[in-house]
């Protein structure tokens, strides 16, 4: 048990330090000299990169007692980028394990893996950005290289970055991997293996998204010859309609030299397409089977009736990536719908019900309409990665498999709840905005205390806000230039959506199709 003086010291300590910040916060440099208000500068940084190194001590103890937990998040990642807010937490957390001294599987402590640099830090010379050049470094360093020239090359780094930018560790670091494996006959597959990565970056204010990886050996070389059939030029062209598809195998050269005669794309470009008609031809193909988590393992797309008839608005996938309207529409060609009506326009859906466990396709279609993702709050999982949620009571308890009762909720918040007090409750909301949706509560918080997720629904917020609100973008008049197929398509996508009776009343989130 944790010493009860020991913890009110620390905790009058963060209280004092709070008093203090509050204090200098206040504070003016007006009568300090310039050569002070430099020095105040300095120090002020020494400070927040000694606060750094204390701070990685905190996330240690959450770690070492799982105390995360208690404020429900389902990992210590979830819990840093959640509750810490830290942006980068995986990043953060990678300096906790090499800068503090962490506890072996029989119970004592070990050093830190990168014991100068933690002095660095703990001392305020090294900043956080230092310490990520180090650690990408030493993850450079090949396994076969002997232990004590690894620690060697760390203590370095770390005496080198008291005096150098992180940009100048990096290029330093380029020479002392020259030096620790010269001919790049210590790099082995456990390296490699340990250094292979595919990240999808989040998309931007255009929508377009980053792709970034370091591949190895084999797979470059695969990419590459998917590249030399399906981006050599006149090939896979989104602007030509007469534009082969596919490889290059059975295509009459002529139409192939055509077709790279009218090709203006640039290499990038064309990798690009191929990519994007590669991944087209998997999921009509079957590759990738028939279901995932109980939906089709295609793009299936959530919008509103309104958005349809107003040709604006961006519609959401079930993996959590927004369209723009006029790649819907091009999608529509080819869509099959499934209407999702729900009661008085709020998330209330009609009822659907099933006589077994596991939810239908059906009401999976209507669960993605009405919650987007993780029903629980602030939890960014998108819906094609969740599992279904008994939320007012589970089957083995008497539940009924019925979609007013159903939610989304990724495996470890599904697993979540329960009974014990560190566990959660979910409870459908009866009144506002998120009327028929289900909230999710701590156990020991008070019973009124729900909570929705608006993670998965940031339009309905700014929609809320209403239209006096000179920073919400209102989309209800915005004309986006169509031609006359998209026109006409539009139009026939409409004329499809069967119409509701007099006293049922169409809902935000209403249309969700492949």
């Not at 970056?201 to 797979?219: R, Y």
């Not at 192939?256 to 193909?285: E, I, P, Y």
């Not at 997720?453 to 609100?469: A, V, W, Y």
């Not at 499809?496 to 009776?501: F, G, L």
């Amino acid at each position: 048990m944790p010493d009860t003086d020991t913890v009110s010291v620390l905790e009058a300590n963060y209280a004092a330090l709070e008093q203090l910040l509050d204090e200098i916060a206040a504070g003016s440099s007006d009568a300090c000299s310039d050569a002070v208000v430099a020095e105040l500068a300095e120090r002020h940084e020494r400070v927040v990169r000694r606060m750094e190194s204390i701070g990685n001590r905190r996330i240690l103890d959450v770690s070492d007692r799982e105390a995360f937990r208690v404020s429900g998040s389902k990992s210590l990642t979830d819990y840093m980028s959640t509750r810490l807010r830290i942006t980068r937490p995986r990043r953060r957390l990678r300096a906790v394990q090499h800068l503090e001294a962490m506890h072996a599987m029989t119970g004592e402590k070990l050093p830190p893996r990168a014991p100068n640099t933690a002095v660095g830090l703990a001392d305020g010379h090294l900043g956080a950005e230092h310490v990520d050049a180090i650690l990408d470094v030493l993850a450079k360093v090949p396994a076969a290289v002997d232990p004590d020239e690894t620690a060697k090359a760390e203590s370095a780094l770390a005496t080198e970055a008291r005096r150098l930018t992180p940009r100048e560790i990096t290029q330093l670091g380029v020479r002392i991997l020259a030096y620790l494996d010269p001919d790049g006959t210590l790099t082995d597959d456990r390296d490699r293996a340990r250094n292979r990565k595919l990240s999808l970056g989040s998309q931007d204010a255009q929508l377009m998204s980053t792709l970034s990886g370091t591949l190895d050996p084999t797979t470059r070389a695969l990419f590459e010859v998917v590249l030399a059939a399906w981006a050599a030029p006149g090939m896979n062209n989104p602007d030509d309609d007469q534009s082969p598809r596919g490889d290059t195998a059975g295509i009459d050269p002529d139409h192939l030299r055509d077709a790279a005669g009218r090709d203006t794309r640039s290499a990038a470009q064309r990798n690009h397409d191929a990519l994007k008609a590669l991944l087209q031809c998997a999921a009509d193909g079957g590759l990738l089977g028939a279901s995932h988590r109980g939906l089709p393992p295609h793009i299936i797309i959530s919008i509103t009736e309104n958005e349809l008839r107003d040709r604006a608005g961006v519609a959401n996938t079930a993996t959590g990536t927004d369209l723009p309207f006029t790649d819907v529409l091009t999608l529509a060609a080819k869509a099959q719908m499934h209407l999702a009506v729900f009661d008085d326009h709020t998330a209330e859906p009609l009822f659907l019900g099933r006589a077994h466990r596991l939810a239908s396709q059906a009401q999976r279609f209507l669960l993605f309409a009405k919650y987007g993702g993780c029903g629980a709050a602030d939890c960014p999982t998108p819906y094609a990665h969740c599992e279904i949620h008994h939320a007012e009571k589970d089957w083995a308890d008497g539940g009924t498999t019925d979609a007013n009762h159903l939610a989304p909720a990724c495996g470890p918040h599904n697993r979540a709840v329960g009974p014990n007090p560190d566990q959660w409750t979910t409870e459908k909301i009866t009144t506002g905005p998120d009327r028929g949706r289900y909230g999710w509560r701590r156990n020991t918080d008070p019973p009124e205390e729900l909570h929705a997720n608006h993670r998965h629904h940031i339009r309905e917020l700014l929609d809320q806000h209403g239209d006096d609100d000179p920073w919400v973008e209102n989309t209800s008049h915005v004309e986006i230039p169509l031609s006359s197929i998209e026109h006409r398509l539009a139009l026939r996508l409409i004329e499809r959506i069967p119409r509701p009776t007099a006293d049922v009343a169409w809902p935000r989130r209403p249309v969700s199709y492949m």
